[in-house]
């Protein structure tokens, strides 16, 4: 993968996003078994409705790894030295996500050119589900 | 209210070796079409020993141990009012498959907000490799709805 040069990347660029499908039972199941989290609460509607909720709902973590996909679909893994998100809000069955990433800061760290991505995982409505940011070290 | 003793408690070593099928596994679950992923030739291409761990995958070792669910319900968190609050990884190296992967935590803070209607249970994670190499470090917050 070609990486972006710190010399081209401006304050206020964005990041091609990536459009996810409306979220379904089979990718809550499937993420479960392939993250290890087996919390009930995420594929066990008679669970969480005990637990006050209306069905069962998306992890926060599924969105992270979407974000995380969001920046090594910009620049390779091996450049990304931070990762950081707030869970604002749950991501309900049939909400379809939005990733988008925004540069918002140059700066250099213990000899390395940075970049500060913030990112969030939004769905149809604009509701913002997870918000943070990322630091990618740029040739 | 969770007891503020707890404060400083380490959870359990948790220790993962990562392989590939489990790493494709995870790149279908996510939607990840990149062939760095999945691929391992196309890994090396990109620089890679064998396929990388993507960015978030690490969590899995402590789930996989079974080290933090217990360990909640031990402080006295009740496991169906929790809820991830925030997720902080730092990185230092790569992390491949093949690699066997140590996880060692503790519950660095315990504080609550609107008069213990939310209460928040803090994770510092330290992880390393199979030689001793400081990879990453991971910080969570829980947040449990009273």
């Known amino acids: 993968m070609s990486c972006p040069s710190f010399a081209d990347v401006t304050v206020g660029d964005t990041l091609p996003p990536i459009e996810l499908s409306a979220l379904d039972r089979t990718t809550l199941a499937l993420f479960a078994g392939a993250s290890g989290d087996h919390m009930p609460l995420h594929i066990d509607v008679d669970v969480a409705r005990k637990a006050g909720m209306p069905d069962v709902f998306g992890h926060g973590m599924l969105s992270l790894a979407q974000l995380g996909r969001l920046i090594t679909g910009w620049a390779p893994q091996n450049r990304l030295r931070r990762l950081s998100a707030r869970f604002v809000g749950i991501t309900h069955l049939g909400n379809a996500i939005t990733c988008t990433g925004k540069v918002v800061e140059k700066l250099e760290r213990d000899g390395e050119k940075l970049v500060r991505i913030e990112i969030q995982a939004a769905n149809q409505f604009g509701e913002i589900k997870t918000a943070g940011d990322a630091l990618v070290a740029l040739p | ?146």
Not at chain 2, 16 to 44: M, S
Not at chain 2, 96 to 110: H, K, L, P, Q, Y
């Open chain 2, 1 to 146: 209210m969770i007891d503020r003793k707890h404060i400083g408690t380490s959870l359990p070593t948790a220790t993962l070796e990562i392989e590939k099928g489990r790493l494709r596994f995870f790149a279908k679950a996510i939607g990840e079409t990149d062939p760095v992923y999945v691929d391992e030739r196309a890994a090396k291409e990109a620089g890679y020993r064998s396929l990388p761990v993507p960015p978030t995958f690490i969590i899995a070792v402590e789930l996989d141990a079974n080290t933090l669910f217990p360990a909640l319900q031990n402080i006295g968190v009740n496991l169906s009012r929790i809820l991830h609050g925030e997720q902080q990884f730092s990185y230092f190296d790569t992390i491949c498959a093949g690699d066997t992967i140590t996880v060692e935590s503790r519950f660095a803070d315990i504080f609550d907000k609107k008069n213990g209607a939310l209460e928040f249970v803090v994770k510092e994670s330290t992880v390393t490799n199979q030689h001793g190499k400081r990879v990453a470090e991971m910080r969570s917050v829980i947040a449990i709805r009273n």
